[in-house]
Structure formats: structure tokens, C-alpha cells
């Protein structure tokens, strides 16, 4: 079973969805319950929203521990504000975040935000983006280096321990997007918006065993 934790917050229901479309055999559970989730093989935390609401939703549900749980058990995947909470701070509030891996949460800056062409880029940065593949992990299998990805954020996280980046992308100057340690993998990108790269992403997930 694979467990999309639900806190109240982010984008659950497509990416059950596009779970369920990788792994039809697999029984995939949007779910606030904590026997649940302790149950399952797999946790997915979702999060779409604005930080402190994110880890006030989080708090609010009694999640905060199961999820605490989850990250040395089992393979996990962090998705968006899914990731961002992993950290220490963000400066969105600032918020305090769940403190499991070193470093903040930034956010893009008002000036200097200029693409190789000239234009002015917008912050939130939603779209496509190109991600390298900043050292081998599972769930890059099948998945080419500089695969396109979709975005919707405006903050980033800055990690401390240069060995979490998984995967970088450029708007315009370089930013982590995507970070791995041991049983996590989380990502500032949505794969369940990714086409067939995400999807790829996810289906690497359902058979990961946790390994880096």
C-alpha cells in the first residue's frame, strides 16, 4: 500500500491519480490516519500552499509525528511545500519546519531575475524547466539528464549539506530541485504534472526499496 498523506493541504487527489496510473496492482491510499500511514509500504507528502499554513495544517492534524516516523522507516517521497518542510526554516513567515534535513527555505529574489534573453522572469516560477541530474539516484532511472519539469513555486530549498542535492535547475541562476538522503527522495518540481518524465519519476518510486 502506498499511503498520499492528507494534512489538509495540496495537490492529493492528482497525484493519487497518476500514482494509481503507474502502479495500477497497488493499492494507493489518500489518507489522514495514522494507522494507516504507519501501515503502509510508502509515503507520499503532497503540499500546496503557503508555508505556515502547510505546517500549521500539519500540526493541526496530529500528523507531525507519523510523519517524523515515516522519513526513517519507509521510502518517501516529498513533493513541493513536500519538500520544503524537510528543512530547517523558510523564510516564508518564516516558518519553522520539521528540522529532518539541514538548511532553509529561500526564496527566488526581487532583483536580478533576468533570462538569458533579457526577459524579465516572474516569480511565482510556474512552467517547464530543464533539471540536472546532480548525482545518480533510483529514481532517476529511464529519466535523461536535463529532463523538462513542471514548476510552481516561489521558494526553494538552500541545503547545507551539498550531498542532499539530487537535482538543480536554473531561473535564472542555479537552485535545488530536488534533494535525497538515504529513504527520501523529494522534489520542488510536481512530477504528477510532468507527463511522461514524472511519471517515469513516480513508477521508479512504487519499486524503490529505499536504497540510495
Known amino acids: 500500500m502506498i499511503a498520499v498523506i492528507d494534512y489538509g493541504t495540496g495537490n492529493l487527489r492528482s497525484v493519487a491519480?497518476?500514482?494509481?496510473?503507474?502502479?495500477?496492482?497497488?493499492?494507493?491510499?489518500?489518507?489522514?490516519?495514522?494507522?494507516?500511514?504507519?501501515?503502509?509500504?510508502r509515503i507520499v507528502l503532497p503540499g500546496q500552499s503557503a508555508m505556515p499554513d502547510c505546517m500549521r495544517c500539519l500540526a493541526d492534524s496530529g500528523l507531525q509525528q507519523v510523519v517524523r516516523d515515516a522519513l526513517v522507516e519507509r521510502p518517501f517521497l516529498g513533493i513541493c511545500l513536500g519538500l520544503q518542510i524537510l528543512f530547517e526554516e523558510s523564510d516564508e513567515?518564516?516558518?519553522r519546519g520539521l528540522g529532518l534535513l539541514p538548511g532553509r527555505v529561500v526564496r527566488f529574489p526581487e532583483y536580478g531575475m533576468v533570462g538569458a534573453s533579457g526577459e524579465r522572469l516572474k516569480v511565482p516560477h510556474m512552467g517547464w524547466n530543464r533539471v540536472?541530474?546532480?548525482?545518480?539516484?533510483?529514481?532517476?532511472?529511464?529519466?535523461?539528464?536535463?529532463?523538462?519539469?513542471?514548476?510552481?513555486?516561489?521558494?526553494?530549498?538552500?541545503?547545507?549539506?551539498?550531498?542532499?542535492?539530487?537535482?538543480a535547475a536554473d531561473y535564472p541562476s542555479p537552485f535545488t530541485c530536488a534533494?535525497?538522503?538515504?529513504?527520501?527522495?523529494?522534489?520542488?518540481?510536481?512530477?504528477?504534472?510532468?507527463?511522461?518524465?514524472?511519471?517515469?519519476?513516480?513508477?521508479?518510486?512504487?519499486?524503490?526499496?529505499?536504497?540510495?
Open 93 to 95: 513567515g518564516p516558518t
Open 179 to 212: 534533494v535525497a538522503r538515504a529513504n527520501i527522495f523529494a522534489t520542488q518540481f510536481h512530477p504528477e504534472k510532468s507527463h511522461h518524465a514524472g511519471l517515469k519519476l513516480l513508477a521508479n518510486f512504487v519499486t524503490w526499496d529505499g536504497s540510495a
Open 17 to 41: 491519480k497518476a500514482l494509481q496510473h503507474v502502479a495500477p496492482d497497488q493499492s494507493i491510499v489518500v489518507t489522514a490516519d495514522p494507522a494507516v500511514i504507519r501501515q503502509a509500504e
Open 132 to 167: 540536472r541530474q546532480v548525482r545518480r539516484h533510483p529514481l532517476w532511472d529511464g529519466i535523461a539528464d536535463e529532463t523538462r519539469f513542471y514548476f510552481a513555486h516561489s521558494y526553494y530549498p538552500d541545503p547545507l549539506d551539498s550531498e542532499l542535492i539530487a537535482g
